[in-house]
């Protein structure tokens, strides 16, 4: 298998109204050779987005992770300001309270548009609940995270289920990369099993010995943390960025959140090294080059460092 098989194309954020697409439960991930899009569906100037909505990938990688080299382009045009745009999340600063928001909750979404839901929906669960040790840190730095999740109702349960907005506050939320990566952190909240990992086998709703199966039909969600979803819904603060510093919030975003896809990163200009052509003296350009190779089951450092390269690499042009 190639380690390119997956390319994902951050082209030059517009001025105008864009909307990301998700892609949503891709059962083609088995085979770990799918597109993927990303800024692709341009809204009319009275919709309601901007160019720091951020593309969620939302895949299944049950059996296999798909790998996605970001090919990014770092043109002069980069170096453009997008002004009134909505300041980036900050994990830092506590957004004001928006009406139907609950600190205590955590907000869930499917389908394709890579939006968080409405803030009246019921599409939450207490957070006190989730299990998934593997969100914790996306969803306190980034205040999203995406994978496969399922829920165990209550101590009668024989199986584990997908979220349910009839059930808010069932026994256990967990998530299929705590199963893929060995986790068995499971938080400290209400009723916490201690470590272990969710199994829908004697012992069950969990145990020391991983059962992989467990997860083979659970579905995928985009999860939200309460501050994100009043950074989102909240009344919008302006700022002036350039097109540059959207598209790193945009990777950071991306590579951080989505801990069950593995991701290398590729910038695409000239890079021109000043030399000519012998021949007719014309300028070389010798194209884009890859500035972090997909590394294979990537830890939490080598994302942090894929983001910090990126960010070098994509200044330097």
Known sequence: MSDYEN????????????????????????ACCFALPVWGLTLSSGALADDTEIYRLVVDTETSRPK???????????????????????????YPAVSGIQSERLYWATGSSGLPPAA??????????????????PLGSNGFYAGNFARWSSTSSTRWRGLSNSENDPLHIECAQDITDRVTENGSGTGSPGTGYPRSTV?????????????????????????????????????????????????????????????????????????????????????GRIVQRIIENMSTANRTNLVNIGAVQIKRG
């Open 7 to 30: 390319i994902l194309l951050l082209p030059r954020p517009t001025r105008g109204a864009i909307r990301a697409i998700a892609t949503h439960g891709l059962r083609a991930a088995r």
């Open 68 to 94: 996605v080299l970001i090919v990014f382009d770092d043109s002069g045009s980069m170096d453009f300001e997008v002004v009134g745009q909505r300041a980036a999340y900050n994990p830092s600063t506590t």
């Open 120 to 137: 009246t929906t019921s599409q939450w669960f207490n957070a006190q609940k989730n299990r998934c040790g593997s969100s914790y840190g």
């Open 203 to 287: 012992p069950r709703p969990y145990g020391t010995e991983r059962q992989t199966s467990v997860d083979d039909d659970w579905s995928s969600y985009r999860v939200y943390s309460a501050n994100y979803m009043n950074w989102y819904h909240g009344t919008p603060v302006p700022a002036t960025r350039t097109r540059l510093e959207i598209a790193q919030e945009v990777i950071a975003s991306i590579v951080n959140s989505n801990t069950g896809i593995d991701f290398g990163l590729a910038v695409f200009n000239r890079n021109y090294d000043g030399t000519s052509s012998s021949s007719n003296g014309s300028s070389i350009y010798d194209g």
